[in-house]
């Protein structure tokens, strides 16, 4: 037997507890733990390889994301795992280029079309949702938590929104997943009323930073995954010949 660690040589390496390699070895997220003559459990450097990369590729994606990838390559559905990973660089490219797109938009003074869609000073919830690209519940929530308000139409009694409103909502909507905390929102949105360009530019410099942290590990996580996915081949590649 090539280099060989126990399960608690294996925890401490990764700085885990047995527990959680047990929890990753019943989802079936690495090989399957071979056990010595006298029935003794231990890992080989595979496993601490598969171990290394779904660690890494927890920190860099969703955690059902890198359960679902480590899961694929069980499977030996390795190509469909690499498309999955694919999916997701694509969705932090497109969210970099939605930051960049709203601070564009800020900064532009006529804002009677977005998108080569009409902006008018009374749209439905439905309509500000479409121009957004949010569902409507998530503007009722932002609604419920102070970040934007709705007016009432006199003539019909419908709530709409103006203008400022949605451009409000269009800047939630880019910023939700990298500005977490609902008085840092109501911070940015009151910059946004006063036209403070310079904290809003803060903000928006921020979040493209947490979007490169998270580019940065999610390379880190790719990295090691395809590390693994060698390592891998090589060892069936040795089974096969001997």
Do not use: C
């Not at 994301?65 to 997701?88: C, D, K, T």
């Not at 960049?100 to 532009?108: A, G, P």
């Amino acid at each position: 037997m090539n280099t060989a660690f126990t399960p608690k040589q294996m925890a401490e390496r990764l700085r885990v507890s047995t527990t959680t390699l047990r929890r990753y070895e019943r989802l079936d997220l690495v090989p399957d733990v071979p056990r010595t003559a006298g029935n003794r459990r231990y890992y080989t450097p595979v496993h601490l390889q598969a171990f290394v990369a779904l660690r890494s590729l927890i920190k860099g994606f969703e955690l059902p994301v890198a359960y679902e990838v480590m899961s694929l390559l069980q499977q030996g559905r390795v190509e469909q795992a690499l498309w999955m990973i694919n999916v997701q660089q694509h969705d932090i490219q497109a969210e970099k280029q939605r930051i960049e797109e709203v601070m564009r938009l800020i900064h532009r003074t006529d804002f009677a079309m977005y998108r080569n869609i009409p902006v008018t000073e009374e749209m439905k919830i439905g309509e500000v949702a479409a121009i957004a690209g949010v569902n409507p519940s998530a503007i009722r929530h932002w609604e419920k938590e102070g970040l934007v308000r709705a007016k009432r139409n006199p003539d019909n009694g419908y709530r709409v929104f103006t203008s400022r409103e949605l451009k409000k909502i269009i800047v939630l909507s880019s910023l939700r997943k990298t500005v977490f905390f609902i008085e840092s929102m109501k911070q940015l949105l009151e910059a946004l009323e006063t036209h403070d360009l310079t904290t809003i530019e803060r903000s928006f410099t921020t979040a493209l930073q947490k979007l490169n942290e998270q580019l940065e590990k999610q390379m880190n996580g790719i990295s090691e995954m395809m590390r693994y996915i060698q390592l891998s081949k090589k060892e069936e590649t040795a089974r096969t010949i001997t």
